[in-house]
């Protein structure tokens, strides 16, 4: 009980003494205890998915069928909040200048955990985290069968597209953290006009033509 206590309330040390009537040591001895005890039964529990059947989110749901019927899941990195020695803080600060872990999970269309890596730094970009365990065979990463290549011009395109993309995301990680640098700074919606809207609907359908030309001219090059 104490730690599912801990863990609900996000509770601290000091907290548990008070409420359990316990010393620390004994808060810590517990919870410790059964932290090793739930991290041992993780390869129990966090198992890959079987690549041979076809999710029943996407089998059975004529949105995603048969367009996804080769995906196995999803893939995210997130940050966690932590607590670091302070000789090697700096490297669990991200770009929001809090201590942070980050972690890589890949969850089931069932919402159930197959993959998780934890531990890294908080400052290591996530296609690094990625990177690793793809490049790792000793990971246990789920690699997924091949699916046989590109299919389609709008596959390729956004493959591409995406891999040109990532250098956004490269140069935002190299970027100092700052105290601005929050989401709550972020521009809002609520000032747009109505001719910027308008504004906004035609280059939005420039975009997508010039988009349409390049994705068809590519694959014909492709193939």
Known sequence: MIFVYVISQKATNRMAME?????????YVVFTRICKTIASLSQTFIKPPNFDVIPNEIRWNPKYYPYFQNCVGTIDGTHITAHAPADVANNFRGR???VTSNMLAICSFDMLFTYVVTGWEGAVHDSRVLTTQ??????????????????????????RHASLRNCIERCFGVMPPSDSDSDDDAPSSS?????????????????????????FEMYLNYN
Not at 19 to 27: N, R
């Open 19 to 27: 409420d359990w009537q316990h010393f620390g040591s004994t808060i």
């Open 96 to 98: 929001k200048s809090t």
């Open 134 to 159: 793809l490049e790792d065979p000793t990971s246990g990463f789920p690699h997924p069968p091949a699916a046989g290549g590109i299919n389609g011009p709008t596959e390729l395109f956004n493959y």
């Open 191 to 215: 000032g747009t006009t109505r001719d910027q809207g308008a504004n906004s609907g035609n280059d939005n359908n420039f975009a997508n033509d010039m988009r349409d030309r390049i994705m």
